[in-house]
């Protein structure tokens, strides 16, 4: 009965590999994120869909795409991964008109080596 | 400078006393302010919100903002062992963007 899942928990890699991280939501909600926390636990958002419409991109490398096949689940695939790219990936979601209410799934910590 | 300050601490304080979690910001559209509290290793969860300036009290914990003073509190008074977590601000203008501060590492010692 998990909210919000994320798969896989942990992605160690090499650089320069392409990799994805898969999300799904089972709440019902329209909008869903994908946000970055970096080793110092700030955390920022860096896409955002609903109802599989493209809201927000911020300013992101283009080697991050995120995909959208229905309003419940997110994808995240990142290409030619560098160093600084190693953080925990967390993705989210909330109900149009509480936008605030944010839930979160347990991240993907992604190393890359 | 950053559109939301939160001091990282580390905070440690014993247990049962009152603890004070602070941020500014300094985009003065933002409507909502919330705090999540994050546990080690896991994702963040929303433990309160607040709309525009104001108190909000849930147990023991009361949020506070004060938009003039561009300057938000969350307190938990009574503090447990099990309260040691990071507090992370937040603020949006209703967009669905989040802004988070840094986070504030607390822990609670029995």
């Known amino acids: 009965d998990t909210a919000v899942s994320q798969t896989p928990k942990y992605l160690v890699t090499q650089m320069g590999n392409d990799k994805s991280i898969k999300c799904e939501q089972n709440?019902?909600?329209?909008?869903m994120y994908w946000y970055k926390q970096d080793s110092k636990k700030f955390l920022k958002i860096m896409f955002s869909?609903?109802?599989?419409?493209?809201?927000i991109n911020e300013t992101v490398p283009n080697r991050f795409s995120p995909k959208s096949p229905d309003k419940a689940h997110l994808n995240l695939h990142i290409n030619s991964l560098e160093l600084g790219d190693s953080a925990v990936y967390f993705c989210?979601?909330?109900?149009?008109?509480?936008?605030?209410?944010?839930?979160f799934g347990p991240g993907t910590r992604l190393t890359v080596t | 400078q950053k559109e939301v300050e939160q001091d990282p601490g580390p905070l440690s304080v014993p247990e049962g006393a009152i603890v004070s979690l602070n941020c500014t910001y300094s985009?003065?559209?933002?409507?909502?302010f919330m705090w999540y509290r994050q546990y080690s290793r896991k994702g963040p969860e929303l433990l309160m919100y607040?709309?525009?300036?104001g108190n909000k009290e849930d147990g023991r914990f009361t949020a506070q903002v004060d938009k003039s003073s561009k300057y938000i509190s969350l307190f938990i008074r009574d503090s447990q062992p099990s309260d040691s977590a990071t507090y992370l601000c937040?603020?949006?203008?209703?967009?669905?963007?989040?802004?988070f501060g840094q986070g504030t590492t607390l822990q609670v010692k029995p």
């Open positions: 985009n003065s559209a933002f409507q909502y």
């Open positions: 989210a979601s909330s109900q149009e008109g509480t936008t605030y209410e944010q839930y």
């Open positions: 937040a603020m949006s203008e209703n967009t669905g963007k989040l802004i």
């Open positions: 869909y609903n109802n599989k419409e493209l809201i």
């Open positions: 607040t709309y525009s300036s």
């Open positions: 709440l019902g909600h329209d909008t």
